[in-house]
C-alpha cells in the first residue's frame, strides 16, 4: 500500500479561512470600485498627466508583487521537491491526505512546479510589456 501524509487540521483551518478572507476582501473591493466608479475616474482624469503615469505605475506594481512574490514561493517549493525527490517534501504540512510520491514521479511535480513558477513570470513580464506597448500609442 502507498504512502499516505496526513492532512494537517489546523493548516486545513488556517488554509480555508485565508481564502475566505481574500473573497470577503475581493467582493468589498469590488463593491466599492463599482460604487465610486464615477469619482475615481474623474479625480484620475483631473491629474496631470505625470500624476496619472505614478498612478498606473504605482497600480501596475501592485499587481506584480504578488505575482511574482508567489512565482518565487513555487519555484523554492518545486526545487524543494527535486532535491528530496519527495512529494510533498519532508516536513510540508497537507491539507488533505496525500499519497507520498518519489523517485520519477517526483522529479516530474517538482519540474511541473518550477514550470508553472516560470509561466507566472513570463504573465507578470507580459503584462509590463503590454502595458509599456499601450503606453507607447498614447
Not at 496631470?48 to 505575482?67: Q, W
Request: charged share 15%; hydrophobic share 60%.
Amino acid at each position: 500500500m502507498a504512502e499516505v501524509q496526513q492532512a494537517d487540521p489546523g493548516t486545513r483551518r488556517f488554509a480555508v479561512a485565508c481564502v475566505v478572507v481574500a473573497a470577503a476582501l475581493g467582493a468589498g473591493a469590488l463593491s466599492l470600485l463599482d460604487t465610486y466608479r464615477q469619482s475615481l475616474l474623474s479625480w484620475f482624469l483631473a491629474n496631470a498627466p505625470h500624476v496619472r503615469v505614478s498612478i498606473i505605475v504605482v497600480a501596475l506594481l501592485l499587481l506584480l508583487a504578488p505575482l511574482l512574490l508567489m512565482a518565487a514561493w513555487v519555484w523554492k517549493y518545486g526545487v524543494r521537491v527535486v532535491r528530496d525527490g519527495r512529494h510533498p517534501p519532508n516536513g510540508v504540512k497537507v491539507i488533505r491526505d496525500t499519497p507520498v510520491s518519489y523517485g520519477a514521479v517526483a522529479q516530474l511535480y517538482g519540474r511541473f512546479y518550477q514550470a508553472l513558477a516560470a509561466l507566472f513570470v513570463l504573465a507578470a513580464l507580459s503584462l509590463l510589456w503590454f502595458s509599456w506597448m499601450i503606453w507607447r500609442l498614447r
